[in-house]
Nanobody
Framework: QVQLAESGGGLVQPGGSLNLSCATS????????MAWFRRAPGKEREFVAA??????????ADSVKGRFTISRNNSYNTVTVYLQMNSLKPDDTAVYYC????????????????????WGQGTQVTVSS
């Protein structure tokens, strides 16, 4: 069974940091593009960051650029994706989702959620004083 499991969310004060993790299982995602999306209360799901299969190409949404960093660890039989979030703001409050999509090229790291086939259940991030 294919699974993407996010962890690392929680409650943090404005200006604080969190590091989200996404552990994969049930399939080898080494050749897959990976991404983070988020959905804030009452809003549509939005792109946060994406990384190509070997970490050589990264795309980050303007709203989080300079504050959030996506990375990945490709080991022999599993992939873990991270989202380091610094200088958090109340507007970053959302459920954060990890996603995986088959690569169509070496720099494949799309922003469209339709390009991703597998999704995690999400982890809540709340930024509040």
């Amino acid at each position: 069974q294919v699974q993407l499991a996010e962890s690392g969310g929680g409650l943090v004060q404005p200006g604080g940091s969190l590091n989200l993790s996404c552990a994969t299982s049930g399939r080898i995602f080494i050749t897959y593009a990976m991404a983070w999306f988020r959905r804030a209360p009452g809003k549509e799901r939005e792109f946060v960051a994406a990384i190509n299969w070997n970490g050589g190409y990264i795309d980050t949404a303007d709203s989080v650029k300079g504050r959030f960093t996506i990375s990945r660890n490709n080991s022999y039989n599993t992939v873990t994706v991270y989202l380091q979030m610094n200088s958090l703001k109340p507007d970053d409050t959302a459920v954060y989702y990890c996603a995986a999509g088959a690569s169509s090229g070496p720099r494949h790291a799309p922003r469209l959620d339709s390009q991703y086939t597998y999704w995690g259940q999400g982890t809540q991030v709340t930024v509040s004083s």
